[in-house]
C-alpha cells in the first residue's frame, strides 16, 4: 500500500545517493518472471483502493523473465500506481499492459486524469520537479517518485518514458531487456 512505498522510497533514497554522480550503478537480480509479480502488486493495490480499477492485459508476458530485484520492479511499479491514482479525478480507471517488443519487456501504466502540460514533460524525471504547485499541493508528494524510478529502471538497463495520451491522461512506459534461455 501507500506506506509501503514511503519505506520502500527510503531505501531507494539511499540509492538515490549512491547514483547522485551521475554515473550509472548498474545492479544486478535474478531472473524473475514478470506477470506473476506485477499481478501481485496490482492485487494488494486494487485491495488498498477499492475505488479504483485497475485492468490489465498482461497474457503476452506468461513466462517472460527480467533480471530484477523482485522488490525493486515492485517498487517501481507501486510509483506508477500511486502517480496514476494521485493524478486522477472522475474517472478512477488504470490499464496496464504487458507486451513483448523485440528483444524487450515493455510494461505501460495508463491512466485518464489531469495529464502533464507539454512544457513540463521533459522535467518530470527531475528530483524534486513537481508540475504547477497550486494543482499539486492538495495531493501530497514532494517530486520524487518519478526520479526514483528513473534511477532504479536505468539501474536494470531498462528505460522509462511519459506522454500524455491521446484520450485525456498519461501513459508511462517501461522497458527491460529479457532474459533469453541459452
Ligand atoms: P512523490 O515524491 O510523492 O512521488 P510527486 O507525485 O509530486 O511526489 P513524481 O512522482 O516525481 O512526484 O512526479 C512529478 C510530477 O509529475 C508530479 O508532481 C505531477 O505533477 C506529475 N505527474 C506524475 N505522474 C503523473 C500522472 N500520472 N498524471 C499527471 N501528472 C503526473
Known amino acids: 500500500g501507500l506506506q509501503e512505498v514511503g519505506r520502500l522510497k527510503g531505501i531507494v533514497h539511499e540509492l538515490l545517493d549512491m547514483t547522485r554522480a551521475e554515473t550509472v550503478q548498474?545492479?544486478?537480480g535474478e531472473p524473475v518472471e514478470v506477470k506473476s509479480l506485477v499481478q501481485n502488486i496490482i492485487q494488494s493495490v486494487?485491495?488498498?483502493h477499492a475505488d479504483f480499477h485497475i485492468q490489465t492485459d498482461l497474457e503476452s508476458l506468461s513466462q517472460v523473465r527480467i533480471r530484477i530485484v523482485p522488490?525493486?520492479?515492485e517498487q517501481i511499479i507501486l510509483i506508477l500506481l500511486d502517480n496514476a491514482m494521485k493524478y486522477s479525478d472522475e474517472?478512477?480507471?488504470i490499464n496496464v499492459i504487458g507486451q513483448?517488443?523485440?528483444n524487450k519487456v515493455a510494461i505501460q501504466v495508463i491512466d485518464y486524469g489531469i495529464g502533464i502540460p507539454k512544457e513540463d514533460l521533459p522535467?518530470?524525471?527531475d528530483r524534486f520537479y513537481r508540475v504547477d504547485k497550486s494543482r499539486t499541493r492538495e495531493r501530497g508528494g514532494v517530486g520524487l517518485?518519478?526520479?526514483?524510478a528513473y534511477r532504479l529502471v536505468h539501474a536494470y538497463d531498462g528505460e522509462i518514458s511519459i506522454s500524455n495520451s491521446s484520450h485525456q491522461g498519461v501513459c508511462v512506459t517501461l522497458l527491460f531487456p529479457i532474459v533469453t534461455n541459452e
Request: zero cysteines; aromatic letters at 10%.
Open 100 to 102: 513483448v517488443v523485440h
Open 123 to 125: 522535467h518530470v524525471f
Open 145 to 148: 517518485g518519478l526520479s526514483i
Open 71 to 73: 522488490q525493486h520492479l
Open 26 to 28: 548498474f545492479l544486478t
Open 91 to 93: 474517472r478512477k480507471d
Open 46 to 48: 486494487s485491495a488498498i
